[in-house]
């Protein structure tokens, strides 16, 4: 069996969930890892699909129980995290995960499965553009905003750990030149 990941990470308003929606659209047998999250459901957010959403309690649960891959709170009681059942339920089925992942998160991942995993970094072009994007999405406090855009700084840091780093300056080339990499990983032997 053919087990392997693509791990995508990138700063929040980097363009990583547009850039994995249009790769599991393409014929790679990418399977979306869905991740799991005590925050709350967005409007458009479907439970199962863009999230499993957790009261904080159960999420506490199953950590002591290690259920997950990897997991981290990421602000005060706003824990995301892989369960492992999503590899396994994936896997049987023939496919490859593939998984849109915060920085540390894919950075654990990639830790787990060394080989069998290939991490890619999504960077915007620049410190303005991620600022605009994330502006543009109107769904954050200003608080919430700053505390997006301090994160954001900090992981770009972590860039240089990552197997891919690919600059998303225009939508089309980054999709494509994503996809190509993720072909070569998945043709090696």
Request: charged fraction near 30%.
């Amino acid at each position: 069996m053919n087990e392997k990941l693509i791990i995508i990470s990138a700063p929040s308003g980097a363009g990583k969930t547009t850039i994995v929606k249009q790769l599991l659209n393409s014929n790679l047998k990418l399977e979306f890892s869905v991740s799991a999250c005590s925050r709350p459901k967005r409007e458009n957010e479907t439970h199962g699909r863009d999230y499993y959403f957790l009261s904080v309690d159960e999420f506490k649960t199953k950590i002591k129980n290690d259920e997950f891959l990897e997991w981290e709170e990421v602000y005060h009681n706003q824990f995301y995290g892989t369960l492992k059942s999503e590899i396994t339920r994936i896997w049987s089925k023939g496919n490859f995960v593939i998984f849109d992942v915060d920085v540390v998160g894919g950075l654990n991942i990639k830790k787990y499965y060394k080989k069998k995993s290939f991490a890619i970094f999504i960077k915007p072009p620049s410190q303005e553009v991620l600022e605009e994007r994330l502006k543009g999405r109107a769904t954050e406090s200003e608080e919430s905003l700053k505390k997006r855009i301090n994160k954001a700084n900090h992981e770009l840091s972590f860039a240089g750990k990552y197997d891919k780093i690919i600059v998303n300056d225009n939508l089309e080339v980054a999709v494509e030149e994503t996809k190509k990499s993720i072909i070569e990983f998945l043709n090696q032997a």
